[in-house]
């Protein structure tokens, strides 16, 4: 089942259970959130500084229904050269050294958001760039300022068995003037990551207002923070969600900030970690 398919299938169980009120978070309170998209090891990228910065972002991710958040710090771009596939690990295992000797209920699993690049494919086989959580899911961002089309790699990374989830599509220019262009990328496997913080304002109006429109089509999207600090990029999952179940209903604010996330997760097939064999 492709992550497109899986998406469809959930979303008519969701939209036939109405505005939720059968639903298993109804019944038996709110279930823990899985975030895909969250800056929080220190001093590896753009997000926290120190420990005592990502310590207090991780507090906020947990404050804000965040059970598990998948570390995706910054892989290419400007970051080539820099944060490697194990020093990323390194940093995971001693974040979450820190949280449970700090008592903070927050599993961090590690992954990536990686710039789009040629080299990619190459660079997941031999370990160098992280997918999500160790399973065939590649977290992948555009380029900011000129639009490359991504589409010659998602279908190619699909061929290869890996399945892209495109971060914040949003954010990005091209998307934001004609949205319809995420189709061909959903078309052939991938799913589209909106920021909680476009959905609720704080990126601007054009990432808003494509936020929305792209949350209002059929498409396989999933919400997630991409948090980087408590003072300009905090989590906002919980803010989102609400948001979404007043415009959209409940349904579809659960399927696309807790169900969707957890169950791409799932049924992804694992990757080899490190370096290949073959």
């Known amino acids: 089942m492709t992550a497109r398919e899986a998406w469809f299938g959930m979303n008519v169980i969701q939209r036939e259970i109405g505005n939720g009120q059968s639903t298993r978070a109804n019944r038996h309170g709110p279930e823990l959130a899985l975030d895909i998209h969250c800056h929080c090891l220190p001093g590896v990228d753009d997000g926290p500084a120190t420990l005592a910065e990502s310590l207090e972002l991780c507090r906020a991710l947990v404050d804000d229904g965040i059970g598990t958040v998948i570390a995706s ?3 290419l771009g400007r970051y080539d050269g820099r944060n490697s596939g194990p020093a990323i690990r390194e940093a995971v295992e001693a974040l ?26 190459r660079l997941v086989r031999s370990g160098e760039v992280l997918t999500l959580a160790d399973r065939a899911l590649l977290l992948l961002e555009l380029p900011p300022d000129n639009y490359i089309d991504p589409l010659p790699l998602i279908r190619w990374l699909a061929r290869q068995e890996i399945a892209v989830i495109v971060a914040h599509p949003e954010r990005y220019r091209a998307v934001s003037r004609r949205p319809e262009i995420v189709k061909p990328w959903v078309e052939h496997g991938a799913s589209l990551q909106i920021n909680a913080g476009s959905l609720v304002g704080e990126f601007g109006q054009d990432a808003e207002r494509c936020a929305w429109a792209l949350l209002s089509q059929p498409l396989p999207l999933l919400v997630a923070t991409d948090a980087h600090d408590m003072k300009s990029r905090p989590p906002r999952l919980s803010r989102a969600a609400e ?29 080899l970690k490190g370096p290949s064999k073959s």
């Open 96 to 121: 979450a050294a820190a949280l449970s000797e700090r008592n903070i209920p927050l599993q961090v699993l590690p992954g990536a958001e990686v710039r789009m690049d040629e080299r990619i494919g």
């Open 243 to 271: 948001q979404i179940r007043r415009r959209l209903g409940a349904a579809i604010a659960a399927l696309t900030c807790r169900e969707y996330p957890g169950k791409l997760l799932a049924e992804t097939v694992g990757m």
């Open 73 to 75: 710090p910054h892989q």
